[in-house]
């Protein structure tokens, strides 16, 4: 009788090795990029998202950036000054706290921190953050920008969205084939902190609230062999 692929079995120790491969690499590549680049600037990041953090690796590629375990990348760079890789490098270690990745790169430090202090990328919400502004639509026919534009600049919302609106916790209703509310509905507030319906109706009605940005921290200089916090330098 054949085996049932139902109870196939998977071992922890091969997961566990993967997971190990992986760290060991990111390990070694971090070191490697530390030999090779003038700088390393640690980063933080508002709003995640991979479509543009590719954008940014595109644009510094003749640099790398690494996203991954912070223990890890810290434990490559070196936490104390017996085990740093670099002389002093235990010190920009300091910073690898929180949701930050690291950049290795030649470029000049004011040419970096130049172009990070105007990139930012706008886009939809996610749940757990908290509103940038009020949004409301009005009473009457729903429109597919919920009245952010005239409506003769817009059209009405599909019939056939009307029972996913009000799943979404809109108090819509079908009439004469058109999605109507009785009275303005607020989908959020200023500061309020989103939920799920709340950004997917957000995301509807193209309303975008996040913004994708890149602080960065601080740098080490391979040349002096200093660490320099950025916001230190800013005041």
């Known amino acids: 009788?054949?085996?049932?692929?139902?109870?196939?079995?998977?071992?922890?120790?091969?997961?566990?090795?993967?997971?190990?491969?992986?760290?060991?690499?990111?390990?070694?590549?971090?070191?490697?990029?530390?030999?090779?680049?003038?700088?390393?600037?640690?980063?933080?990041?508002?709003?995640?998202?991979?479509?543009?953090?590719?954008?940014?690796?595109t644009e510094f590629a003749d640099s790398r950036i690494f996203f991954g375990k912070t223990k890890v990348m810290a434990k490559a760079l070196g936490q104390s000054p017996s085990d740093e890789h670099l002389p002093n490098?235990?010190?920009?270690?300091?910073?690898?706290?929180?949701?930050?990745?690291?950049?290795?790169?030649?470029?000049?430090?004011?040419?970096?921190?130049?172009?990070?202090?105007?990139?930012?990328?706008?886009?939809?919400a996610r749940a757990g953050i908290p509103a940038t502004q009020t949004f409301t639509i009005p009473a009457g026919v729903v429109y597919s920008r919920g009245g952010e534009l005239a409506p003769e600049d817009d059209v009405p919302l599909p019939h056939s969205l009307e029972v996913t609106v009000r799943k979404w916790g809109m108090p819509t209703k079908l009439s004469k084939g058109k999605v109507m509310l009785d009275s303005d509905y607020t989908v959020c507030k200023d500061g309020e902190i989103l939920n799920s319906h709340q950004t997917a109706l957000l995301k509807l009605f193209g309303v975008a609230m996040a913004e994708f940005k890149i602080d960065m921290k601080a740098y080490y200089s391979a040349a002096t062999q200093e660490v320099t916090e950025v916001n230190a330098m800013e005041e």
Do not use: C, W
């Open 89 to 124: 490098l235990s010190s920009l270690t300091l910073h690898l706290t929180g949701n930050v990745g690291l950049l290795f790169t030649s470029r000049e430090p004011a040419t970096v921190l130049s172009y990070f202090s105007v990139y930012s990328q706008t886009g939809y």
């Open 1 to 57: 009788m054949p085996k049932s692929k139902r109870a196939k079995v998977v071992h922890l120790s091969k997961t566990d090795k993967k997971g190990k491969e992986l760290s060991q690499k990111l390990f070694t590549n971090v070191r490697e990029a530390a030999d090779s680049y003038q700088y390393i600037f640690v980063f933080s990041v508002e709003n995640m998202r991979n479509t543009y953090l590719k954008e940014v690796r």
